[in-house]
């Protein structure tokens, strides 16, 4: 249903911006295209330039250029665009929207920053929306926002170009950029509501499991030695487990995400909580300095990190947003409450059982790591009435766990022993006919 729409609506979007060409934008405000369509070569020329096979605009290239005083931006685009640029704080960041295009940029691209600019990442931020996100060496100022058209066999160009300026200013800029985005001050902005997942809140004879697949869009997550990404696997892997559980006929299952977009970590938890499901799963791949580690390990939500690689997990798994470029205004904790506490210590019991299942039928099948029940301060862990895990597959920093994720017959056991797992789990409920849901 959303989609022949959505992609309608890009279709018109493409056109609309293909027709405006020269855009130029300022800081957290776009204004009106320089010269009229007519006279815009790209509007009345033969295309020429690259299209992707969808339509949308293609970033061809990117470079940054200057030093510490002016650092630029350049990225090479197949056709003329609008973009949004403005700067968020903690780190400090500076957020380049644009409408939804294909990045054909090399492997690596953004990794190495100059001048300014430490590094910078690009993808799908929310359907419809592209997005790059720039890490600063320090508070900047955006002197100047522009796309050039494309002329004399040069490709249009979206520039940025960024000056240092003082910790008071980048602040008061932050500020006024949310305020001319309208954001809200205490929920990430830039995010549908609607994640077009939906399900019924009533009571019903089957467990409704909510499978969460990490990052995707410009998270990518941790990446492999041969440049594979962490969100490539994660998909997959939980479409895999999905249908596993599906074939069953005891469970009802979800995804947060059924495509490489981007989901804030607060809207993870949303979902699993609107849809008042009985489980929760987030599945991602994880990454070590040491190369030896391995083994796959399954986390539940703890104030306390059972030990220091927990925390270290916790605390990549938690950058998402930050890496996304989610404005967090008042990313702050639940207040706490002496019946959430009491919820929280049901889903606590019930978090620590589906842990302990997951482990005993994993270990048959699948390499686990030396210590595979860890707890930590996972933020997409973090709802208080739905019992969640977060299952790490295996290492990409390890050879061996990489080519086991890379290795189908591996995937397919594996996901098997997790819905045995589950099904141990709800085993007790789903003998006694209990309903589920609609907490
Ligand atoms: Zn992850």
Redesign the pocket.
């Known amino acids: 249903m959303r989609r022949p729409n959505r992609v309608f609506a890009l279709a018109a979007a493409a056109l609309l911006f293909s027709l405006l060409g020269l855009s130029l934008v300022g800081a957290g405000r776009a204004s009106a295209a320089a010269g009229d369509a007519a006279s815009d070569p790209a509007a009345t020329a033969p295309r020429t330039e690259p299209v992707a096979p969808s339509g949308l605009p293609i970033a061809l290239g990117a470079r940054v250029a200057g030093d510490t005083e002016r650092t630029r931006l350049v990225i090479d685009l197949s056709s003329g665009l609008q973009a949004t640029v403005f700067p968020l704080a903690d780190p400090n960041r500076v957020v380049i929207d644009l409408p939804e295009i294909r990045f054909d940029l090399p492997n690596g691209t953004g990794e190495e920053g100059r001048g300014l600019i430490t590094t910078w990442r690009y993808g799908l931020f929310a359907p419809g929306k592209s997005r790059i996100v720039v890490d600063t060496t320090g508070p900047v100022a955006i002197d100047r926002t522009f796309v050039l058209p494309a002329a004399d066999g040069q490709p249009a160009r979206l520039v940025v170009d960024l000056v240092p300026t003082t910790a008071a200013a980048f602040a008061a800029k932050v500020a006024e950029a949310r305020a001319a985005r309208g954001a809200p001050t205490t929920t990430p902005d830039g995010i549908a509501p609607d994640s077009g997942v939906t399900a019924d809140r009533t009571r019903r004879t089957r467990p409704l499991i909510v499978l969460d697949p990490?990052?995707g869009g410009l998270d990518t997550?941790?990446v492999a030695t041969d440049g594979r990404e962490?969100k490539t696997i994660?998909l997959p892997f939980a479409q895999l487990l999905a249908q596993k559980l599906a074939e069953t006929g005891k469970f009802e299952v979800k995804l947060t995400r059924d495509d490489d977009t981007f989901l804030p970590l607060d809207r993870r938890v949303e979902i699993a909580r609107e849809l008042a499901a009985d489980l929760f799963i987030s599945i991602?791949?994880?990454s070590a300095p040491q190369p030896y580690v391995r083994g796959a390990t399954v986390y539940t939500v703890s104030d306390r990190a059972s030990d220091a690689e927990a925390a270290a997990t916790a605390a990549?798994?938690n950058k998402s947003d930050i890496i996304a470029g989610v404005d967090l205004p008042n990313a702050s904790d639940e207040v706490a409450d002496i019946l959430l506490d009491l919820a929280r210590r049901e889903t606590r019991n019930f978090s620590r059982q589906i842990s302990n299942a997951l482990v005993t039928e994993m270990k048959t099948t699948t390499k686990l790591n030396a210590n595979p029940q860890r707890a930590a301060g996972f933020r997409v862990l973090r709802a208080h009435d739905v019992p969640s895990v977060l299952v790490?597959l295996g290492y990409l920093t390890n050879k061996d766990d990489e080519a086991r994720l890379e290795d189908a017959a591996w995937r397919e056991k594996t996901a098997v022993a997790m819905v045995g797992a589950i099904e141990i789990f709800f085993g007790p409920r789903l003998a006694q006919g209990r309903e589920f849901g609609g907490k």
């Open positions: 990490g990052h997550g941790a962490e994660t991602h791949t994880d990549l798994e790490e």
